[in-house]
């Protein structure tokens, strides 16, 4: 047996695929999101996972595979900072959704990683349109805290989630406020109270008493947002709120406050630049849907940019969590009403990368840089263009989904081809 051991090991070894794979993308306009700005005719050269070199005079190394752009447009991954794919694979079948959990006891403490579902249908679909990478989150529950969000790439690997409790998600909106006992004094008196209860863990949990909002698990997992560590995103929409919310993060430092929604941001543009609270936020949201979003207008996304304000978009008017692929054309639509492009393009890359704090690594075509890279056959942000291939820490995703198969299936279905059930 002894003997034998270390045959078998050596046939796996050599059976085993190379993870030093090169690729050279070329004959592309390059898209860096960095100094070196938009190449016109250029190259990205990735090994073993990373960008090792971006310009137009890349040598290319023998044995390289090489991918011609063919003129199109080549692109770091698009970074969709709201979404729940992954979690909800049909909406109103409870058993295929994990976003939210209403009857827990729990709310800070649960970790919408955990559910995240790698293998889900809407995450191919999602890859195949651009996305790379995104941040999941949970729905909120029987109180104000929805639980703690995550950060994932759509490589559809097992290894999907690079970062679990990456901020903590709470609702401040109007239904925020009815979930709290019907008034918005009634949410931030239940935040403000929330705060105390982490500040005085674990001592104000002792002899088994629990918090005035927060039970001990909760607070424990509240901590690291109450010490700046995490940051905590709101949702909030109407304006007053969000002065609100700027005083909040004033008086709770160093409290890190990040706004979802951010319908009538631009009124407060101004202030919300100074506290350097950044928003996530859909430029197509232009209709008063509720009376916290009366203001929202198509030009806001060109507001705040234009007032210095932290803007990555999302795509909140199209549903979270099937459809972040449209995240392009709500980008190209902040172009048309004002944005310039490589404002626009910056808010669905390497703008959603910063702000989770993995800036460093991904959103940009550089050295140094995940292997995110996309190939489009047009202007990324023209609604026609679309991606000829994908790549995600510099390995070739397949460009296929559950749609894709369905239509090679049936595209071309006569009076000869079996039933369904046969094959």
């Given at each position: ?10 046939a796996?070894?050599?059976t ?15 898209v ?28 290319i ?36 959704t ?76 109007q239904?925020g ?6 008034s ?60 609100r ?7 709770n ?57 932290t ?17 392009t ?35 940009a ?15 990324p942000?023209?609604v026609?263009s679309?991606?000829?291939a ?16 369905l ?7 006569t009076?000869?081809?079996?039933f369904?059930?046969?094959?």
């Open positions: 047996m002894k003997a034998i051991l270390p045959a078998l090991a050596l796996l070894a050599s085993a695929p190379s993870l030093a794979q090169t690729y050279a993308v070329t004959n592309g306009r390059v860096t999101n960095s100094v070196q700005g938009i190449i016109a005719d250029g190259t990205v050269l990735i090994r073993d996972g990373s960008i090792v070199a971006v310009g137009a005079d890349v040598t190394p023998d044995g390289t595979e090489v991918i011609d752009a063919d003129g199109g447009w080549i692109t770091p991954g698009l970074f969709a900072p709201f979404t729940q794919i992954g979690l909800i694979e049909v909406a109103l079948e409870g058993s295929t994990d976003a939210g959990a209403n009857d827990s006891p729990y709310s800070v403490a649960l970790d919408v990683t955990d559910g995240f579902n790698p293998a889900g249908t809407h995450i191919a679909s999602t890859r195949m349109r651009g996305v790379t990478r995104a941040a999941i989150y949970p729905s909120t529950g029987h109180n104000i805290f929805a639980g703690q969000g995550g950060l994932v790439s759509t490589s559809g690997d097992s290894d999907s989630v690079f970062e679990s409790g990456s901020f903590v998600y709470a609702d401040l909106s239904s406020a009815s979930t709290a006992g019907g918005r004094p009634a949410a931030w008196a239940y935040l403000e109270a929330a705060f105390n209860d982490a500040r005085g863990y674990p001592g104000r949990f002792s002899a088994d008493h629990e918090g005035d909002a927060l039970n001990r698990f909760d607070a424990q997992a509240f901590l690291p947002v109450v010490r700046g560590r995490v940051p905590l995103v709101l949702n909030i929409d109407r304006a007053a709120d969000l002065r919310a700027i005083r909040f993060q004033a008086e430092a160093p409290v890190q406050i990040m706004i979802e929604g951010g319908a009538e941001a631009w009124l407060v543009a101004d202030e919300l630049a100074a506290a350097g609270i950044p928003i996530l936020l859909d430029p197509l949201r232009n209709l008063p849907a509720s009376f916290d979003e009366i203001a929202a207008t198509l030009d806001g996304a060109q507001r705040l940019h234009a007032a210095g304000v803007v990555a978009y999302t795509t909140l008017t199209s549903d979270g969590y099937y459809n972040a692929r449209l995240i054309q709500h980008a190209g639509n902040a172009v048309a009403n004002g944005v310039a492009w490589d404002q626009a393009f910056r808010s669905i890359t390497l703008t959603p990368a910063e702000i989770y704090g993995v800036g460093d690594r991904y959103g075509l550089a050295n140094g840089y995940a292997g995110d890279v996309v190939v489009w056959d047009g202007d942000l023209e026609m679309s991606p000829t994908v790549l995600i820490d510099g390995e070739m995703t397949e460009m296929d989904s559950r749609q894709t198969r239509l090679n299936r049936y595209i071309n279905i009076d000869e081809t079996p369904a059930y046969r094959r």
